[in-house]
């Protein structure tokens, strides 16, 4: 590819090529968590550092490790394909946090990678910070692309302010795996040996008792111990099945605003499973797939990224659905992984390098898939390839009911918000608190990031 000289572009309203005094302070607060540089000639540095790389590579950040580390590692080699070995330079960093902390810093000093992915609900505060560029109809259109090949969830999700702000690579939602020899002995599987439906209070219940009988105690784990997300996914998916469901958080994070008595319900049903023995009283991550892995357990709640771990035990004859409608409406916690254009001064051949770029994964989306995430593009989960893939086709409509996060700069996968609450979550499955007093500590905790305005 030619040398793309730098243009300026008209900046989104509330940008500007200046830094404000609070983006100033937001990015050296963010600087603390930086890992120390080797030297200035690798994407990270050139992002940090402001150094120099050839301008016909595309830079791209991302936080994938383990199995979604390898699958990504192929699908950039796909790109390298079609583009030449050296049209892109990737840079792996540490997801959570630091990973958002990295990208807002380069963002804020103007050496922010071409693109970078972001999970939706951290995308948005990024957004809110004005670190962002949208995303348009004529970028989409540029490479063969429309609003229609999206889900529609994820994809009214990511609009913000009248405006694409992300694309979506996939939905990760919260899950039901089952250890098919307990069910079958439970009687839960059909004919064809796969788990009947279990909507319902009363019917998912029975069949909690039913999986007690046959393991002589727990029916399901939901790790608790040293872990703060699951607890949060867990809740968020039950409480979004009730109608009464509020945000939990408005105004950008401002507001605690989570309807208290649904609050107290959904967390009084889960004391009222862990006393019946039927849910763990306290179990770490790693424990609490063992005990479904080895048949302690029928059931495990956990994200579907788990999919390659369940697969990599010999003989685990497993499955895996959508978390049952339990109460009133269907609903499930669940993100996705986006491509997000970190603002930066584009020329039209850079915007277009960017989109190609996006283009090129999208289209390698049935790799992703097979890790377990549920395409975004519909043209792959739509698609008979993906539609084949088991356990992957029993839990896709999961991606149709996702409920994210609520926005909030504090917020999102990985966040300082999710590793509050879920820690008081967690203590209220352990029997340590009460769900009151639990709410209490949670509004308490999180006073300080309510009152704080945003540092981005």
């Known amino acids: 590819m030619s040398n793309r000289p730098p243009r300026s572009v008209p900046h989104r309203p509330g940008l500007g090529s200046g830094i404000s005094r609070r983006r100033l302070l937001g990015a050296g607060a963010l600087a603390a968590t930086a890992l120390p540089l080797a030297g200035c000639s690798t994407p990270l540095a050139a992002g940090l550092l402001g150094s120099q790389l050839d301008p016909s590579t595309l830079i791209y950040w991302n936080l994938f490790g383990g199995g979604d580390g390898v699958r990504m590692q192929d699908m950039q080699q796909g790109y390298r394909d079609l583009y030449g070995p050296e049209s892109l330079q990737a840079t792996t960093l540490t997801w959570g946090n630091p990973y958002y902390s990295k990208l ?4 804020v000093g103007n050496q922010p990678p071409d693109v970078a992915v972001a999970h939706l609900t951290r ?17 989409l259109a540029g490479v063969g692309l429309t609003t229609a090949d999206f889900n529609e969830q994820a994809w009214s999700t990511q ?42 209070l009363d ?21 608790n111990v040293s872990e703060t997300a699951t607890p949060w996914r867990f809740f968020w998916t039950l409480y979004n099945q009730f109608e009464s469901a509020t945000p939990f958080l408005s105004d950008d994070g401002a507001t605690i605003s989570v309807d208290e008595p649904t609050f107290l319900e959904v967390m009084g049903k889960v004391q009222d499973w862990v006393g019946q023995g039927w849910l763990n009283r306290g179990l770490d991550y ?13 059931f495990y709640l956990q994200g579907e990224w788990e999919i390659s771990t369940a697969q990599s035990i010999e003989g685990l004859n497993f499955g895996m659905v959508s978390i049952p409608q339990i109460f009133e409406q ?25 989109m190609e770029f996006i283009k090129a994964m999208l289209d390698q989306s049935m790799t992703w898939a097979e890790g377990g995430h549920i395409p975004a593009y519909l043209p792959t989960a ?15 409509d999961s991606a149709d009911f996702a409920v994210y996060d609520d926005p909030a700069w504090y917020g999102g ?13 967690g203590l209220v499955q352990q029997g340590v608190l009460s769900p009151e007093q639990a709410l209490a500590a949670i509004r308490d905790q999180l006073a300080i990031y309510t009152s704080t305005p945003s540092p981005l």
């Open 159 to 200: 609009r913000t302010d009248d405006q694409n702000i992300a694309i979506p690579l996939d939905t990760h939602p919260f899950t039901l795996f089952y250890n098919k020899d307990v069910c079958e002995e439970a009687g839960l599987l059909d004919d064809d040996g796969l788990l009947v439906d279990l909507d319902g």
């Open 286 to 298: 790693a424990t609490s797939q063992t005990a479904m892995f080895t048949g302690q357990a029928g």
């Open 382 to 396: 739509e698609s008979e390839e993906y539609l084949s893939l088991e356990p992957q086709r029993y839990y896709a």
């Open 413 to 425: 996968s990985g966040s300082t918000f999710e590793d509050t609450v879920g820690a008081q979550l």
């Open 330 to 354: 269907p609903a499930v916690q669940a993100d996705s992984h986006t491509f997000i254009l970190p603002h930066k001064d584009r020329s039209p051949q850079q915007r277009q390098q960017a």
């Open 203 to 223: 019917t998912f219940e029975a069949a909690l008792a039913a999986i007690s009988e046959v393991t002589g105690g727990t029916a399901m784990t939901v790790a």
């Open 123 to 139: 995308a948005k505060p990024l957004w809110s910070g004005g670190l962002l560029d949208p995303i348009t109809e004529e970028d």
């Open 104 to 107: 807002t810093l380069a963002t």
